[in-house]
């Protein structure tokens, strides 16, 4: 029998997803049948998602700080009655320069929102997956998280940080029957990206096709990737099809890794 992809009657919560990756794995959930609560720090873009989306919950939060993230997800679980389901999406590019000129403030707010907003989303949701029975939760980390790049030093410790709380999430959560993976994008095509390889050339003087041409040289396949190829695998992960992986990362970058 083929696993099913079917979300029906699946509760999910995907943090920063008003636009970019979260944006698309918040719609592919919904398509699967799932109800989805969101949150995004733009106002804008959350207005806009509620128009164009009706059916996704949408609400402002900053997820660098940790009482707001907790405010969103006692709304979020509120309307949805409950949680099966938690991507752990939250990630900003952070400073671009080595470590020595690097603020301290950086440094803190990059861990804040793409570290800590992941333990404190995983630990409201531990409880109450487990009394629905079991759950799923994907961490979005980066290639990043596998190797080390000069002049990007928190946003790679972060990413690196996020395999490390899922699988350690992974053990203690396996008995009762909640699953915790990480999905690694590599360059992803979208507004991010080009903001990175701007910094990039700003900071060394660089072309900035030229800055492009050598980070997709790193792929075997000379392409990025695009947000519905992480939706995919994050689609696959938290359905019946992935009921039995947990503690896994998956890449999904063109073989540039």
Known sequence: MTPSLSLSGRRAIVSAATSGIGRVIAETLAEAGAQVEVCGVDQLKVAELRQRHPAIG?????????NDTERFFAAAVERLGGIDILINNAGIAGPIEP??????????????????SHFVLARLAAPLMRQAGGGAIVNISST?????????????????????????????????????????????????????????????????????????????????????????MALFLVSDAGERMSGHTFTVDADAV
């Open 99 to 116: 470590a020595e000129s690097m603020t301290l403030e950086a440094w803190n707010r990059t861990l804040a929102v793409n570290l800590t």
């Open 144 to 232: 990043a998280g596998l190797v080390g790049n000069a002049r990007r030093s928190p946003y790679n410790a972060s990413k690196w940080g996020v395999i490390g709380l899922a699988k350690s999430l992974a053990k203690e959560l396996g008995p009762s029957k909640i699953r915790v993976n990480v999905i690694c994008p590599g360059w992803v095509e979208g507004d991010r990206l080009e903001r990175v390889i701007a910094g990039e050339a700003a900071q060394t003087g660089v072309d900035r096709e030229e800055i492009r041409a050598r980070f997709m040289a790193n792929s075997s396949m000379g392409i990025g990737v695009l947000p519905n190829d992480i939706a995919a």
């Open 58 to 66: 949408a609400m402002c939060c900053d997820l660098a700080d940790a």
